[in-house]
Structure formats: structure tokens, C-alpha cells
């Protein structure tokens, strides 16, 4: 089992800033790669980034790419999502989730899931 919870969200004007921490107990953190994820209210949830269980590989959606930037403190058992230049758009409730593989994480059918932290981007 690997537990997971999500914190950093809040309310931000467009064009700021928000840094979200996943913290990870249970097994061992590293032997997994980590995602973010977010659904928008009436629309599904959608991938944001992934980070290899190294830290040495990632990938952001295009949506956030050049914006958001995701990575792991495996000392700390910890991922982060940095997210800048923030916009309306963005706003949802964002949760991080735990994989084994890396390739396959932004299929969103890992077991592991926070419950969510809400990011909130007014105009």
C-alpha cells in the first residue's frame, strides 16, 4: 500500500503562483513513478505530468508545459508541482497518484491516488 496526500492548493490570481506537495507513506517511494492529474468541474479528470522513480525522466502535458514542472525529493518521500504563470483554466482539484511504470502512468490506472487538493485561478 502507498499512501498519499496532496497539499499547496488554494486561491491565486491569474498569472501567479502555487507549489503542491504530494507526501507518500507505506512502501518505498522511489520504486515508483509519480503523476499529477486534475478534473475540472463537469469534465474528467486529465493528466498533467509524470516523473520516473529517479527523477531523470518527465513529461508535462501541453497544456501546462513550460508553465508547470513537476518533481520528487526521494529523501522526503515527496513530489511537487510547481505551477506558474497560472491561469482561469487551471482551476480544478489536482491529485498526484503512484505507479510502478513510468510508461504507463498517464493511462490513470494506477492503485495508488491522493485525495485531491483544489487549485482555484481567478480572472
Known amino acids: 500500500q502507498v499512501q498519499l496526500v496532496e497539499s499547496g492548493g488554494g486561491l491565486v490570481q491569474a498569472g501567479g503562483s502555487l507549489r503542491l506537495s504530494c507526501a507518500a507513506s507505506?512502501?518505498?517511494?522511489?520504486?515508483?513513478?509519480m503523476g499529477w492529474f486534475r478534473q475540472a468541474p463537469r469534465k474528467e479528470r486529465e493528466f498533467v505530468a509524470a516523473?520516473?522513480?529517479?527523477?531523470?525522466?518527465?513529461f508535462h502535458a501541453d497544456s501546462v508545459k513550460g508553465r508547470f514542472t513537476i518533481s520528487r525529493d526521494n529523501a522526503k518521500n515527496t513530489v511537487y508541482l510547481q505551477m506558474n504563470s497560472l491561469k482561469p483554466e487551471d482551476t480544478a482539484v489536482y491529485y498526484c497518484?503512484?505507479?510502478?511504470?513510468?510508461?504507463?502512468?498517464?493511462?490513470?490506472?494506477?492503485?495508488?491516488w491522493g485525495q485531491g487538493t483544489q487549485v482555484t485561478v481567478s480572472s
Open positions: 516523473i520516473s522513480w529517479s527523477g531523470g525522466n518527465t
Open positions: 507505506g512502501r518505498t517511494f522511489s520504486n515508483y513513478a
Open positions: 497518484a503512484a505507479d510502478p511504470s513510468f510508461r504507463t502512468i498517464a493511462t490513470m490506472t494506477s492503485d495508488y
